[in-house]
């Protein structure tokens, strides 16, 4: 029976082969539909409406189309990459699919709108991002639907790219979609099929954009003169396109399913400030065929569908055009150009990731949280431009990806409702707000300066219009009109810089922006040291220096704090607390206290940074007058319970926000164990689980790390990753179990991705940057607990962030001009120290650094030069000798909290260590000082 069996498949075998091999010529392809193009819409920009024109009828072929996607029950992730998400059933809501975005315009997958930097419609308040229509959001099909037709999507936060493989036993469909990174003005659909077998196949494309035909000039003699006109359904912003064919296709075009450049212009109706001169939209586009036919003999063919954006429309051509001839050199330049592009950010920025060693399945949580910071890096990079941009209008809490009205407002008049851009726009209407500066810029600061640069510009800049001020004269203007010198910034930042927040209430109460500012500057100057930034212009419309803009911001505060008279404290009053919208105003909130006497302290560490005293007679009464309100402001505190209060006359009934344990994380304020064992302890039951509150997740999980109280900082760190969304890592404001279709949540948070990166840097790695110097701290309260269990696997000088993860590292991290790596092991209990910087090894005296580690009893100082590193040694003698006190300045950290190593440059600590080539050990141990110091006494005794 079995040699029967055999020889029946042996037969088949061999009938299948030779139908494999039949000349080509003799298949009959009779069957194949050919297409006649005049047989479709002659609107070739709107022929493929069905999916959002609500009033056509969807034929039963299209109803089947999409109701293709079979639900596959098998794992996602399966080659194992944590930068490559994977899976085999697209999200159904759109909001889960990953942002595509280059700083200068974004979009969603697939998403029928893209936002452009800087382009807004709406009055004051009713300002929100426009959305332009996208003429490549097109979704391909087998004409013939079969079986054993499947697909997988994948997107690669590596190079920047989302594909669509779809396949079935004749072709495969394989569609590239990515907003190109060094053309910032270009979005590209790509389309490759390849043949499988001998077959002809026929593939349908579906157009999701939201234009409909309003009317068309039909006195035209020729198409290429012809214009016609389109609105978006429903019209909701009130704009008009004017379309025009710019190169009909030629035939052998036409062969190649090219379908000629079309154009499409439309002017703003509205800008924030009226009559003020409108913007306007420019769009050219390769217009996708609505079918076409691959032949045998072509086997592979690769269709390239561009569109570029401007508000200038030689520039949105010039870099249309530029595509196109990236293409006619190489079909695959134009796709490898935008790849190298973002590995040069990759490999010239720095991100913190999981060793791959320490995950073997796509199922653990090792894996599963390398995927969440990959996606982390990612969405942030995409949101700033590659180089320095002097347009760039900033980093909204949502990216470029959202802040045009919302879908389900755009059959109803936006005038009517109120609260407007929480309401009917997306992620805030596009608008900057303090979020940038407070999370997002210190993030991006520790890894790539060029990026940084461009946010901390987008507080200056002048907007596309050069009719109004510039940001920063708006923000003097602001203060003027309140009576207050300096700067004040917006509560939510447009395009003129004045206030387009939805509420009163945020546009007058909600102060803190300018204080948000001058942390993010300093977070900047620690990790870079730019002197330039202080002494010289900072964009070339406009005079003023670092040093002159940091100092605007705290005269500000200065003249802001008003002295109380039966305290004789430095107090603000009348401010709103929080995010949310207040029903009443509150007097000294400490967050705003506390960052704005930073901010005036950020004055005297500028100058110090370019060797400056601050102290001198230039500027010695500025600064005395900083120092009178920095020793003496009002921080609301319970001397009964030891704890500092959210404001005076604080309730914990109140409300369901906290912003008092930013004093320790964010902000760096030194407190005692006990005070911040107290803040933590008393406020975590102000968190609501499905609330706003993630945020201040990142400040629980770093001060419980801090703390020493391991279980606590998981779960705030578990707590962080409820936000995210499977299978592509998808941040939401509020956590995904509170519904995905939540009117008011935000998706793709940004400032959600910065406090999770930073939470995890500063809890889980122990990295702090202080003004001068680099440190990595470990909790400690009990010694004698660490020495019993340093033998242990379980290891607790840094905490692990997952189960099973014994290996990260920190790459590329920038401290004064150098590149560091951080790699932590648990296994091998070490730390290593790399300095990589690429660039030559002749940098400034001030770029030569030095680490300080212990070993033992030994206090050890070792170069860290160029290709340097410097292993630190986990053993039991750490824990009885590692100082609690900084030897280069005062100890900034809680009296629990001891410092494991600190890099610094090396001129800075000449008077006090001298470090030779090979790493000289100090041989002064604490006993031989003592014999010393008794030596020297009895010497002194005898004379």
């Known amino acids: 029976m079995r040699i029967v069996i055999l020889a029946f498949v042996s037969i088949i075998i061999c009938v299948e082969i030779g139908l494999s091999e039949q000349n080509i010529d003799n298949l009959n392809i009779k069957k194949v539909k050919f297409v006649n193009r005049k047989s479709f819409n002659k609107y070739p920009q709107i022929r493929h409406r069905l999916l959002v024109n609500k009033n056509s009828n969807n034929s039963i072929s299209n109803v089947r189309r999409r109701d293709r996607q079979k639900v596959i029950n098998l794992p996602n992730h399966w080659d194992k990459n944590p930068f490559l998400f994977q899976t085999y059933n697209e999200p159904e809501h759109f909001h889960l699919l990953p942002q595509l975005s280059n700083g200068f315009i974004g979009t969603l997958v697939k998403n029928e709108s893209i936002h452009a930097n800087g382009l807004y419609n709406g009055v004051g308040e009713r300002s929100h991002r426009v959305r332009i229509p996208s003429m490549t959001a097109v979704k391909v099909y087998f004409s013939i639907y079969t079986d054993n037709e499947i697909s997988t999507y994948h997107f690669d936060c590596r190079k920047g790219v989302y594909i669509i493989e779809t396949k079935n036993n004749e072709a495969v469909i394989t569609q590239r979609f990515y907003v190109h990174r060094r053309l910032k003005n270009i979005i590209v659909n790509e389309i490759r099929v390849e043949l499988l077998t001998a077959t002809a196949i026929s593939i349908d494309t579906e157009n999701v954009t939201m234009l409909e035909l309003n009317h068309e000039m039909t006195n035209s003699p020729t198409n290429l003169n012809q214009y016609s006109y389109f609105n978006q359904m429903d019209n909701p912003e009130n704009m008009t396109y004017e379309h025009r064919v710019i190169?009909?296709?030629?035939?052998?075009?036409?062969?190649?399913?090219?379908?000629?450049?079309?154009?499409?212009?439309?002017?703003?109706?509205?800008?924030?400030?009226?009559?003020?001169?409108?913007?306007?939209?420019?769009?050219?586009?390769?217009?996708?065929?609505?079918?076409?036919?691959?032949?045998?003999?072509?086997?592979?063919?690769?269709?390239?569908?561009?569109?570029?954006?401007?508000?200038?429309?030689?520039?949105?051509?010039?870099?249309?055009?530029?595509?196109?001839?990236?293409?006619?050199?190489?079909?695959?330049?134009?796709?490898?150009?935008?790849?190298?592009?973002?590995?040069?950010?990759?490999?010239?920025?720095?991100?913190?990731?999981?060793?791959?060693?320490?995950?073997?399945?796509?199922?653990?949580?090792?894996?599963?949280?390398?995927?969440?910071?990959?996606?982390?890096?990612?969405?942030?990079?995409?949101?700033?431009?590659?180089?320095?941009?002097?347009?760039?209008?900033?980093?909204?809490?949502?990216?470029l990806a959202y802040g045009g009205l919302k879908r389900e407002f755009f059959n109803n008049s936006p005038n009517t409702q109120s609260s407007f851009n929480r309401q009917v726009s997306e992620g805030y209407g596009g608008h900057i707000t303090y979020t940038q500066d407070l999370w997002i810029l210190p993030v991006i600061s520790l890894f790539n300066q060029d990026m940084a640069k461009n946010i901390l510009n987008s507080r200056l800049r002048r907007g596309l219009?050069?009719?109004?001020?510039?940001?920063?004269?708006?923000?003097?203007?602001?203060?003027?009109?309140?009576?207050?010198?300096?700067?004040?910034?917006?509560?939510?930042?447009?395009?003129?810089?004045?206030?387009?927040?939805?509420?009163?209430?945020?546009?007058?109460?909600?102060?803190?922006?300018?204080?948000?500012?001058?942390?993010?500057?300093?977070?900047?100057?620690?990790?870079?040291?730019?002197?330039?930034?202080?002494?010289?212009?900072?964009?070339?419309?406009?005079?003023?220096?670092?040093?002159?803009?940091?100092?605007?911001?705290?005269?500000?505060?200065?003249?802001?704090?008003?002295?109380?008279?039966?305290?004789?404290?430095?107090?603000?009053?009348?401010?709103?607390?929080?995010?949310?919208?207040?029903?009443?105003?509150?007097?000294?909130?400490?967050?705003?206290?506390?960052?704005?006497?930073?901010?005036?302290?950020?004055?005297?560490?500028?100058?110090?940074?370019?060797?400056?005293?601050?102290?001198?007679?230039?500027?010695?009464?500025?600064?005395?007058?900083?120092?009178?309100?920095?020793?003496?402001?009002?921080?609301?505190?319970?001397?009964?319970?030891?704890?500092?209060?959210?404001?005076?006359?604080?309730?914990?009934?109140?409300?369901?926000?906290?912003?008092?344990?930013?004093?320790?994380?964010?902000?760096?304020?030194?407190?005692?164990?006990?005070?911040?064992?107290?803040?933590?302890?008393?406020?975590?039951?102000?968190?609501?689980?499905?609330?706003k509150s993630l945020l201040a997740y990142s400040s629980f999980l770093v001060g419980y790390s801090e703390l020493n109280e391991d279980n606590k900082a998981r779960d705030y760190l578990s707590r962080i990753t409820n936000h995210f969304s499977e299978p592509f890592m998808i941040m939401s404001e509020y956590p995904n179990s509170n519904s995905a279709l939540n009117s008011q949540n935000t998706f793709n948070y940004l400032p959600g991705y910065a406090a999770f990166v930073s939470g995890?840097?500063?809890?889980?790695?122990?990295?702090?940057?202080?003004?001068?110097?680099?440190?990595?701290?470990?909790?400690?309260?009990?010694?004698?607990?660490?020495?019993?269990?340093?033998?242990?696997?379980?290891?607790?000088?840094?905490?692990?962030?997952?189960?099973?993860?014994?290996?990260?590292?920190?790459?590329?991290?920038?401290?004064?001009?150098?590149?560091?790596?951080?790699?932590?092991?648990?296994?091998?209990?070490?730390?290593?120290?790399?300095?990589?910087?690429?660039?030559?090894?002749?940098?400034?005296?001030?770029?030569?650094?030095?680490?300080?580690?212990?070993?033992?009893?030994?206090?050890?100082?070792?170069?860290?030069?160029?290709?340097?590193?410097?292993?630190?040694?986990?053993?039991?003698?750490?824990?009885?000798?590692?100082?609690?006190?900084?030897?280069?300045?005062?100890?900034?950290?809680?009296?629990?909290?001891?410092?494991?190593?600190?890099?610094?440059?090396?001129?800075?600590?000449?008077?006090?260590?001298?470090?030779?080539?090979?790493?000289k050990i100090l041989k002064y141990n604490s006993i031989s000082l003592y014999v010393l110091a008794f030596v020297i006494f009895i010497r002194q005794l005898v004379e």
């Open 465 to 691: 219009n050069t009719d109004h001020v510039s940001v920063y004269q708006q923000a003097r203007n602001n203060a003027d009109q309140e009576g207050y010198q300096g700067l004040r910034y917006a509560w939510q930042q447009g395009d003129y810089g004045i206030d387009v927040s939805s509420t009163e209430d945020e546009r007058k109460n909600k102060i803190h922006t300018s204080a948000d500012i001058s942390f993010g500057v300093r977070s900047y100057l620690r990790a870079t040291h730019n002197r330039e930034y202080v002494l010289q212009s900072l964009s070339s419309d406009s005079q003023v220096r670092g040093e002159d803009f940091i100092n605007q911001i705290a005269q500000y505060w200065n003249s802001r704090f008003q002295l109380d008279s039966v305290s004789n404290l430095y107090e603000i009053k009348g401010v709103s607390f929080g995010e949310k919208t207040q029903s009443r105003l509150v007097d000294n909130d400490i967050f705003t206290n506390y960052i704005a006497a930073l901010s005036l302290d950020t004055y005297k560490y500028i100058l110090r940074i370019t060797d400056r005293d601050p102290y001198d007679s230039r500027n010695v009464q500025t600064v005395r007058d900083y120092d009178e309100k920095i020793n003496r402001v009002k921080l609301p505190y319970d001397n009964l319970r030891q704890l500092y209060l959210e404001y005076d006359n604080f309730n914990s009934q109140q409300n369901g926000e906290t912003w008092a344990p930013y004093l320790n994380y964010p902000l760096g304020k030194k407190l005692t164990y006990a005070e911040k064992k107290i803040l933590y302890d008393s406020y975590s039951s102000q968190l609501q689980t499905d609330g």
């Open 760 to 919: 995890f840097i500063a809890g889980f790695c122990g990295v702090r940057y202080q003004d001068f110097q680099l440190d990595l701290v470990y909790p400690s309260e009990n010694f004698a607990e660490y020495q019993a269990q340093v033998s242990s696997s379980q290891f607790p000088v840094f905490k692990q962030p997952a189960l099973n993860t014994e290996n990260w590292n920190i790459t590329g991290l920038m401290f004064r001009g150098n590149r560091l790596d951080i790699i932590y092991d648990l296994r091998s209990k070490s730390v290593e120290i790399r300095n990589r910087r690429a660039n030559d090894q002749s940098g400034q005296v001030d770029d030569m650094l030095e680490v300080i580690s212990y070993e033992g009893t030994q206090m050890i100082v070792k170069p860290l030069r160029i290709g340097d590193t410097v292993t630190i040694s986990l053993s039991t003698e750490l824990w009885s000798y590692a100082p609690k006190r900084s030897r280069l300045q005062r100890n900034h950290y809680s009296d629990n909290m001891h410092i494991l190593a600190t890099v610094y440059p090396i001129q800075y600590n000449n008077q006090i260590l001298k470090a030779s080539n090979s790493g």
């Open 247 to 399: 190169k009909e296709p030629t035939m052998s075009q036409r062969v190649e399913m090219n379908d000629g450049i079309y154009y499409l212009q439309a002017t703003i109706p509205h800008t924030e400030i009226p009559n003020k001169r409108q913007k306007e939209v420019h769009t050219y586009y390769t217009n996708i065929p609505a079918k076409f036919v691959i032949y045998p003999d072509t086997r592979v063919k690769t269709l390239h569908f561009i569109q570029s954006i401007d508000s200038d429309g030689f520039r949105a051509r010039n870099a249309y055009e530029e595509a196109i001839r990236l293409i006619q050199q190489d079909p695959n330049s134009l796709y490898v150009s935008h790849v190298s592009a973002w590995e040069d950010i990759w490999q010239n920025s720095g991100f913190t990731m999981i060793n791959q060693a320490t995950y073997s399945d796509s199922n653990q949580e090792s894996f599963k949280l390398a995927q969440r910071l990959y996606s982390s890096f990612y969405n942030l990079y995409s949101s700033v431009p590659y180089s320095f941009d002097n347009q760039f209008y900033g980093v909204s809490p949502a990216g």
